[in-house]
């Protein structure tokens, strides 16, 4: 399926991880007219695919390989095993690895050496926006790659959101993102203590976020988790784990180290979400990280 004449419009995509974030970017790419294979084994995963008209596989051993290869997993090993699995069916030339996995810059500057000795070209992609930016095509892309590479991947990010070209090295995509969510998940945290500290003041935390929205003391996450972290959904519906922004996080404090980097605010957030961790929280709506202030928690 790879290998298409020079100039040509990439249309067949491998996309391995058919997750809560990869599956509906999986399904915008089939819509936008792209031939797309899911790559996922869970058999519960390739079931909801088949669902959505894609093709299946289990894994990438024995699935079709596309003009463009996406990796959207949920560590650097998983990332690390595909790559393993694709070189050992020998050379990659013509095919375009498009990374979209939040697993750091050592991990993705790792896996695009392996890939470009293959003879693949590779574009570091991680995204912002989660779930709800993959079903409606409003994800932030945080592309670096050549030029050559940005520019073959331009029709295929265009169903999926906006491209931010951050660099030219795959790794700085990985960066930006690290910068970002140390950020959020010190968002997340300071939103779920403010709202905690006004309940222990005797104020109702559901009045207290559209007071404090719009003010110097607001964040995206204050306005747009607050009012599920003040009246905590009665289904437990999760629109974005707990667990994504705690694995992030502690990305976060991993590269830090790495760097020499003096990053106080993510630490303590992450002993917050080491508290989450230990009350079984992880697998809720990220809001419930109040959870870790209310009393008796």
């Known amino acids: 399926m790879s290998g298409e004449p020079a100039g040509a419009v990439p249309r067949t995509v491998t996309f391995v991880g058919a997750g809560a974030i990869g599956l509906p970017m999986a399904r915008r790419l089939a819509a936008a007219g792209f031939e797309v294979t899911a790559v996922d084994p869970s058999p519960q995963m390739r079931e909801r695919a088949e669902g959505e008209g894609l093709f299946t596989a289990s894994d990438l051993a024995t699935a079709p390989m596309g003009d463009i290869i996406v990796v959207m997993v949920a560590t650097g090993s998983q990332l690390l095993d595909a790559v393993v699995a694709a070189t050992a069916r020998g050379p990659l030339n013509g095919q375009t690895w498009v990374i979209g996995s939040t697993v750091g810059p050592k991990t993705a500057g790792a896996a695009a050496g392996q890939l470009a000795a293959a003879g693949a070209q590779v574009v570091d992609a991680p995204v912002l926006g989660g779930v709800p930016g993959a079903e409606q095509g409003a994800l932030r892309i945080l592309a670096a790659g050549s030029p ?39 968002h997340l945290a300071a939103a779920a203590e403010a709202l905690s500290l006004a309940a222990r003041l005797g104020l109702d935390p559901a009045r207290v976020v559209p007071v404090i929205s719009g003010s110097s003391g607001s964040s995206w996450f204050l306005e747009d988790r607050g009012p599920r972290m003040a009246t905590p959904p009665a289904s437990d519906e999760v629109l974005t784990r707990l667990a994504i922004l705690a694995k992030d996080n502690a990305l976060v404090v991993q590269e830090a180290d790495q760097v020499g980097a003096h990053t106080p605010l993510a630490r303590a957030a992450a002993e917050q979400y080491r508290r989450a961790a230990e009350q079984d929280l992880l697998e809720l709506d990220d809001s419930q990280i109040i959870r870790t202030y209310l009393p008796g928690h």
């Open 148 to 186: 050559q590479a940005l520019d073959d991947v331009r029709a295929f990010f265009q169903p999926l959101g906006q491209v931010a070209e951050v660099g030219d090295q795959p790794g700085q995509g990985q960066a930006v993102k690290v910068v970002n969510q140390l950020c959020s998940s010190v």
